[in-house]
């Protein structure tokens, strides 16, 4: 864990105006900065960037944050990738808590690792451009897949010299051990313990880390007539430094216009991505042609929820792919199908069409997954009751997969009108089936309604609901914002009662908390550092170095509040600061109230349950339980009144 005096030298140094300008054409408007959005499209500059809150936004998509959180969306860093960001920029050592001696040897070898590899990505690249050999063959051969220089520099694509060992040679000249060369896979050992150099005679595809790493390398055999049982491609193995089924190839170059279009186009192999990218459809990542895994699923959803698989005419490749997209739709990402003309594939159709080209002609022929899954069944299925059978099974395997009941319920009508089967069957099987993967992947069983109580049932709480999460998140964020300050004196003279204090302690007397795990930590937090005499809570948050928290505490510190009708628009409100006193109650008191009606709302659903209509005991439970409630409940109304917070 980065320690926080390094977080607070980075966040001292670092000013967002000249980050967010490496980025970004800013022009000065007022007191901050105008420019178009990095994050979306947009023809009329919505982000702004104030140098004296060091902060920036969106105000047409939303993004933003500080300067830390600008690198993370930007670069698609995680938190302390993006810390050391900034630190390399502004000459800062960024220093982590102490490691054990196991954890810094697997550093060094991780980093060293790294090294080798960043150092072999130049070695290729070098070669391809200033050897005989590399020019005569590994040029001319990426000249005929049509090319550009600029592509070829952009993915950094090299070669491999023909000798059996010159790699391997050149690396252990250069200081780079055995021992690195054989656990990155750049050679391997023979039984008489020679070195050799695992991808002689390839062009080299060199594959990216999200943050432009090298962990691996894809290289292409050019003459396949000589070496008729040798693979036409060959992988670095797994190692500490990749892992295949977390990488995707092309993403480091495609990440920002995938966040940019909001779509990610997802191909098999690396001609594809570099092809479609050279045409200027730059969205684009491959799979490497393996089948996806959730790894690489989980991966492209930090970027956009929508993806699009496109398929050449191999039949037998696209049913091979099926159960990868369901893996897609599990994940909750829309999921579109696209089916190239009959004897193009992703790269010879973007090497014959230009970049609008072969975007009209995906927004004329793409189509829903399930649709196009349901087409192509449906023609091999014919009229044979027992494919058709099977058909439906793999249709409804592939909705059940999706997270959304109501997305789910659109598929069910859909496809019971389609291939004419009873909805209700549809209905009854896919339950079965997500039951099945419930109870797959060890889920328990949704909590029973009535009268237990948290201490008598190790059940998990109901989520919170809407209101109830909006009073705790306006709640917390007055945590976040003033949490050491004094609200109230103590009523025996001793020492103020501050914010969070306050909160704490009202929350405890009616045994309550916040609904989810990070509010209740900031609470905690808060609360167990306001004697520090030089704690701030909206500067400890901001910096804290859980990316979680930190982010949210960005993010509550441009929230803006507002009571509904107890002021008229004519009237001028003091400054929150100053409104402590009266918000914080009555936000302790709004939370309350939302807990309550959240209590009455279950208590009606679970009476209304026929297995507890049956229950006479069981009723008669719930109903004194929910009469208190409504006690409890008119209460609060009087308490409030027509005041309500609402965020402004």
Request: glycine share 8%; with cysteine; hydrophobic share 40%.
């Amino acid at each position: 864990m980065i320690e926080r005096e390094t977080i607070e030298r980075i966040m001292a140094a670092a000013n967002i105006v000249d980050v967010v300008k490496e980025f970004v054409t800013l022009r000065r408007s007022g007191a901050n900065y105008k420019g178009l959005c990095p994050f979306h499209e947009e023809r009329t500059p919505s982000f702004v960037v104030s140098p004296s809150k060091q902060l920036c936004k969106c105000f047409s998509c939303g993004k933003g944050g500080n300067v830390v959180h600008f690198i993370m969306e930007h670069e698609q860093l995680t938190y302390p990738e993006a810390l050391r960001w900034l630190g390399r920029r502004y000459g800062i050592e960024v220093a982590e808590r102490e490691q054990t001696d196991e954890e810094r040897r697997a550093e060094s070898l991780r980093e060293s690792m790294l090294a080798l590899n960043d150092w072999a990505g130049r070695y290729f690249v070098q070669t391809l451009t200033t050897t005989a050999d590399g020019l005569a063959i590994g040029l001319a051969y990426l000249r005929q897949r049509s090319l550009r220089d600029d592509t070829i520099r952009k993915f950094q694509l090299g070669y491999s010299l023909p000798s059996r060992d010159a790699l391997a040679r050149e690396a252990l000249a250069r200081g780079y051990s055995r021992e690195l060369l054989l656990k990155t896979g750049l050679a391997y050992e023979t039984e008489r313990h020679e070195l050799r150099d695992r991808y002689h005679g390839r062009v080299i595809f060199p594959i990216h880390s999200v943050s432009g790493r090298t962990v691996a390398f894809g290289g292409r055999i050019l003459d396949e007539k000589s070496n008729p049982h040798v693979g036409k491609y060959v992988n670095s193995p797994e190692s500490e430094v990749y892992h295949k089924g977390r990488e995707l190839y092309g993403l480091y170059q495609a990440k920002h216009a995938i966040v940019r279009q909001d779509r990610c186009y997802l191909v098999e192999g690396y001609m594809d991505v570099l092809s479609m990218h050279q045409s200027g459809v730059e969205n684009v990542v491959a799979s490497s042609g393996t089948s996806l895994t959730e790894g690489q699923i989980r991966l492209l959803h930090r970027f956009t929820d929508n993806v699009t698989v496109l398929y050449d005419g191999d039949a037998a490749g696209i049913k091979a792919s099926l159960r990868g997209i369901d893996m897609l739709l599990s994940e909750g990402l829309n999921v579109r199908a696209l089916l190239l003309p009959d004897g193009h594939d992703p790269d010879s159709f973007a090497r014959a069409n230009d970049a609008d080209t072969f975007r009209a002609y995906i927004a004329r022929h793409e189509e829903d997954f399930i649709r196009f899954k349901t087409r192509l069944l449906m023609n091999d299925a014919g009229a044979d009751p027992s494919a058709r059978a099977h058909l439906v099974g793999s249709i409804v395997g592939s909705i059940s997969a999706i997270p959304g009941p109501i997305v789910r319920q659109m598929y069910i009508r859909e496809c019971a009108a389609t291939m004419d089967v009873d909805e209700k069957l549809i209905v009854a099987e896919v339950a079965r089936m997500r039951r099945e993967q419930k109870q797959g992947a060890g889920e328990r069983p949704a909590a029973p309604a009535g009268g237990e109580t948290p201490a008598e049932s190790p059940q998990p709480a109901a989520p919170a609901g809407e209101g109830e999460d909006s009073a705790a998140r306006m709640l917390v964020a007055l945590i976040v914002k003033y949490g050491e300050l004094p609200l109230f004196a103590d009523s025996e003279g001793g020492a103020p009662v501050s914010v969070a204090t306050y909160v704490k302690g009202e929350l405890a007397a009616d045994s309550l908390q916040l609904p989810t795990p990070l509010y209740r930590r900031i609470l905690d937090e808060a609360a167990s550092h306001v004697a520090d005499a030089d704690f701030h809570a909206q500067a400890y948050f901001t910096t804290h170095p859980d990316a979680e928290i930190n982010v949210l505490a960005a993010r509550l510190c441009e929230d803006k509040y507002r009571l509904s009708s107890l002021y008229t628009k004519t009237q001028q409100l003091a400054p929150e600061r100053e409104r402590l006193t009266e918000l914080v109650p009555r936000l302790v008191s709004d939370y309350k109230y939302a807990v309550v009606k959240g209590r009455m709302k279950q208590l009606l659903a679970a009476l209304s349950a026929p297995d507890v209509a049956k229950d006479a005991s069981r009723s008669l439970a719930l109903m004194n339980e929910y009469k208190k409630l409504s006690e409890v409940e008119r209460i609060y109304a009087r308490l409030l009144g027509d005041r309500v917070i609402t965020p402004g």
